[in-house]
């Protein structure tokens, strides 16, 4: 790949993950603080990923696989989602403001594939070259967590600022993207594709094989914990009085990126299964220390919890989409893939803001909640999922290849 070819996939990585990162995790504090949202609103809010991650299959299926150059769509949806955040972060209540984020992850979740589309289309060998621009995207959330920090836009109240900030880099990224390599459609003239191939049914055969079907079914609970984190963890964090919270929270993406490079040795060492269980372990661990640490003499206890993200993301997840891969084969790679992608940040964490939402309407105090009593709930959870999966998964062996 030509360098010229590589600092413009940097880039476009680097925007794609500094706009989803500039507001995503300061919401939930956003709308409590301007709006004094109920952690139902808050559920919807962020459901709206959830939903997203649903629709993105279709628009990617019947849209830019068809007719289109993927750039050219990306384009024009981060141009529309500049003006959406934009209103956004005019709203003057969660009625207003509901619409313009829902119509936005409706367009934002399906560049995330478009942004990988654009970029493996230039890579002759994606193995070894998509990581080191992919880690751009990891740079991008953390420098719009150290900026939001830094301008303390969570103290004193002014977090409308990030969907500012992050509508200017939206239309900044639209503009770019239509300078980026050309990435034609996939499907030749003619070339029919089905529901099944667009949501990755055809893959549900791999469901047959009941080590796959336990992993699948934990995949999707372990989504339930997982939604507290990303709906809740900066509310959290600033109502403890946690100053700049988050730029404290960008520990996770850094720990995320250091722990990815070691997954390769933590599983041909370890094996799949204690590498899969050392990840739920770390769910249950995380959200036991946000249950009993405060931001003062036990404030350790909080950056630790964050500090284990990335154990918690990459030893679960990210294993998970490797064990999917070594499962499913060449016939069906990208269809399970997009399954466990459909069940996952679809369905699984659909659920998990929903019922996070709900927990925390159930311990609302009068100076905010009690905290104390909403995480050990997810911490029981993922101790229970952790138990199930321990005695139910048989371990398989997968030698990951050094590039």
């Known amino acids: 790949m030509k360098l010229f070819t590589r600092l413009q996939l940097s880039f476009l990585f680097f925007l794609e993950f500094f706009i989803w990162g500039g507001w995503f995790v300061t919401m939930g504090t956003f709308l409590s603080q301007n709006f004094s949202a109920s952690g139902n609103e808050l559920a919807m809010a962020y459901e709206t990923q959830s939903i997203g991650a649903i629709i993105a299959p279709f628009i990617i299926g019947l849209i830019a696989d068809r007719y289109f150059a993927a750039q050219k769509i990306l384009g024009i949806l981060h141009l529309l989602g500049a003006g959406l955040l934009f209103l956004a972060g005019e709203s003057d209540s969660f009625t207003q403001f509901y619409p313009y984020i829902f119509m936005y992850m409706l367009l934002y979740m399906p560049t995330l594939a ?174 036991l220390l946000f249950a009993y640490g405060d931001a003062g003499e036990n404030t350790w206890m909080l950056l630790f919890g964050i500090i284990l993200h990335g154990i918690c993301y990459d030893f679960f ?30 369905l699984g964490m659909l659920i998990g803001f929903r ?5 925390t309407d159930q311990y609302v105090s009068e100076s905010g909640h009690y905290w104390d009593q909403i995480w050990i709930q997810p911490a029981i959870f993922s101790f229970v999922i952790l138990i199930l999966f321990l005695f139910s998964f048989k371990n398989e062996t997968i030698k990951i290849k050094s590039t």
């Open 355 to 359: 019922f996070a939402g709900w927990l």
């Open 114 to 287: 478009l942004v990988n589309s654009v970029a493996f289309h230039q890579m002759k060998n994606p193995s070894k070259e998509f990581a080191s621009i992919r880690v751009l995207g990891s740079l991008g959330w953390i420098i719009a967590g150290l900026t939001i920090g830094y301008l303390a836009w969570e103290s004193t109240q002014l977090l409308k600022y990030t969907f500012y900030m992050t509508s200017l880099a939206s239309a900044i990224l639209g503009t770019y993207s239509f300078f980026l390599p050309n990435t034609p459609p996939k499907l030749k003239s003619g070339e029919k594709i089905g529901l099944k191939e667009i949501l990755g049914l055809d893959a549900l055969t791999l469901l047959k094989d009941r080590s796959y079907l336990v992993f699948f079914v934990a995949s999707v609970l372990v989504c339930i914990p997982l939604a507290f984190y990303y709906q809740h963890a900066n509310q959290f964090l600033n109502e403890v009085g946690m100053k700049a919270a988050a730029s404290k929270m960008v520990m996770g993406q850094i720990s995320e990126v250091f722990f990815l490079l070691l997954l390769p040795l933590f599983l041909n060492r370890y094996g799949l299964k204690k590498v899969l269980i050392f990840g739920v372990l770390a769910w249950g661990l995380r959200y």
């Open 317 to 346: 997840f990210v294993s998970g989409q490797i064990y999917t891969d070594f499962k499913a084969g060449e016939q069906f790679k990208s269809s399970a893939q997009g399954l466990i992608t459909l069940a996952t940040y679809g």
